[in-house]
């Protein structure tokens, strides 16, 4: 997470019908990843639908394009769909929602417009650079961040921030590593945004030297970007550029439009418009595409899917500046994601594998290297570049297995029945010859599931596989009952109104009897109070 931390995912998605946005934050991985990372949490959940028509529209919110979700539960048919926030997980933070079937009055519309226009960036693109300009020719004791507005100080500004906290002396070197002057953003209910430790940024960027890129793409990672271009301002050999990707529009005062877009990876969503999506076109497509790879370090909480559509999108603009002989090449990418999301990255890029690297991260308390056991951080690359071409650090206890023809860790060993080093959380893992593969230490066989598990599982959990009839070999979106069952629920839902409708009629009724019925004794006790006063 270099990018903010705040995105979609799993079960927990209370919003509309209870709260916010579907993630999981960090710190509650560990179950996730404990459980197998199945990423079933328990037999209901949010799913994000992708329109079978690209060109249908979603409405918009202050962060773009919204996404089409909809709410399913085991057994049973999805209920109504609805447009929400791609980035935020909160509904305090963005509170759009919408029925996809809704029809919404020229009134609501234009103040949703202007709700929109008010929750975007007080500075413009280009005014930010105007200002980042002004900054870097005034003097030393002039130059000033205020640490309360996160923002670059001028002259004519400072009566505004007269009473704020001020760091002043702000010299070049510092403009040029901003991911230490901004303050992370670490509230993990609206967003998280967890840094590069300089061990894993400085890995990665003398393996891209090694490999032999002169571009990165660096979507939702600052401090790489920063380093990448540190190192080709002191280092003349180094001739890498780089250009960042990034939903922290507070990045957009220290670099200029060649070098930074604000950029929602959950919709492709460019804030700045075409000018923006040219700037990234124009850096994919230089030297016809040669010599550039994607960096990418989504949010954990962050949906799979909407990821994979948006990166799909970025290698489809890559391979526009592609010759028609290099038609079937791939964009290299590095993906940074936890290991136990390896089934679903693989499941929209087949050709991915993953790396025995572990990543780990400045401001977070357990993703840091050195520790051991399941306190090691569970992030690793994916990547599509094969595995015996990166060399991984032996001073870290890395090593080349010449059977796999990779490198790994030093605990992940090879097993003779697998054909592989089967490893996946920096443990030696063991064979159980019933399931037939290499299983986490602390797992054992449950005769009554016949797979392994925790010694402490449920039996009656929930199980992967179909939503709607419960078999293992389909999801719920590809179910051959699921017209059947569209069919059955509708004709559920109108018996349950009409029940309803009758229900409010009979109360209705009631109601109007049990007046009538008071009336009709109040005029005969009026009658009878009459006929003894006479």
């Not at 946005?21 to 197998?36: H, N, P, T, Y």
């Not at 992708?50 to 399913?72: E, I, Q, R, Y």
């Not at 939702?220 to 280092?235: M, N, V, W, Y």
Request: hydrophobic content about 30%.
């Amino acid at each position: 997470m270099e990018a903010l931390c705040l995105s979609l995912v799993g079960s927990d998605r209370g919003f509309r019908d209870g709260g916010g946005k579907m993630a999981a934050s960090r710190d509650q991985l560990g179950a996730v990843e404990e459980k197998g990372g199945s990423g079933r949490q328990g037999s209901s959940g949010v799913e994000v639908v992708f329109p079978s028509d690209p060109a249908t529209s979603a409405p918009l919110c202050p962060h773009g394009p919204t996404l089409l979700f909809v709410k399913v539960n085991q057994g049973k048919e999805e209920t109504r769909r609805f447009y929400a926030c791609s980035a935020c997980r909160d509904r305090k933070d963005c509170n759009f929602f919408q029925w996809e079937d809704e029809k919404l009055s020229g009134a609501r519309l234009a103040a949703r417009e202007a709700h929109n226009q008010r929750c975007q960036p007080p500075l413009s693109r280009s005014q930010c650079v105007e200002r980042y300009l002004k900054f870097i020719e005034l003097p030393l004791s002039q130059r000033k961040f205020c640490q309360r507005c996160q923002q670059l100080v001028l002259p004519d500004d400072g009566e505004k921030h007269r009473e704020h906290q001020i760091v002043g002396d702000v010299s070049i070197t510092q403009l040029k590593r901003p991911s230490q002057l901004l303050c992370p953003l670490e509230n993990k209910k609206t967003n998280a945004q967890y840094l590069f430790a300089d061990r894993s940024c400085l890995f990665l960027v003398d393996l891209l030297s090694t490999l032999g890129f002169r571009r990165v793409l660096c979507v939702g990672t600052p401090r790489l970007h920063e380093l990448i271009r540190l190192k080709a301002s002191g280092d003349e050999k180094s001739n890498i550029k780089s250009l960042l990707l990034d939903i922290d529009f507070r990045y957009s005062q220290f670099y200029m439009e060649d070098s930074f877009c604000h950029y929602n990876m959950f919709n492709h969503h460019f804030f700045d418009g075409k000018a923006a999506l040219e700037v990234c076109r124009t850096f994919l497509q230089e030297d016809k595409g040669e010599g550039v790879i994607m960096v990418t370090d989504p949010p954990f909480g962050g949906l799979v899917e909407p990821l994979a559509v948006t990166f799909k999108k970025l290698i489809a603009m890559w391979k526009e500046g592609q010759s028609q002989e290099n038609n079937r090449k791939e964009l290299p990418i590095f993906w940074i994601f936890p290991y136990f999301f390896e089934s679903r990255i693989c499941q929209f890029f087949p050709s991915f594998c993953m790396l025995d690297y572990q990543v780990d991260y400045d401001n977070h308390a357990l993703y840091k290297h050195g520790k051991t056991g399941r306190k090691q951080s569970p992030v690793r690359i994916f990547t599509n570049i094969p595995p015996n071409k990166i060399i991984l650090p032996i001073e870290e206890g890395y090593r080349f297995c010449s059977l796999c023809q990779r490198y790994v860790s030093r605990e992940n060993q090879h097993c003779e029945h697998c054909n592989s080093c089967t490893s996946k959380d920096g443990r030696k893992w063991n064979h159980c010859f019933l399931c037939k593969k290499c299983v986490k230490p602390s797992w054992i066989h449950c005769d009554v599931c016949n797979h392994c598990a925790l010694p402490d599982h449920s039996c009656e959990g929930p199980k992967d596989g179909c939503f709607i009839c419960g078999e293992l070999d389909h999801k719920r979106s590809t179910c051959p009952n699921i017209s059947t069952s569209k069919k059955a629920d509708k004709a559920v839902r109108k018996q349950k109104q009409r029940k309803s409708n009758k229900m409010k009629m009979e109360t209705t009724k009631g109601q109007s009897m049990n007046h009538i019925s008071v009336t009709r004794r109040k005029k005969r006790r009026e009658r009878a109070h009459q006929y003894l006063c006479s």
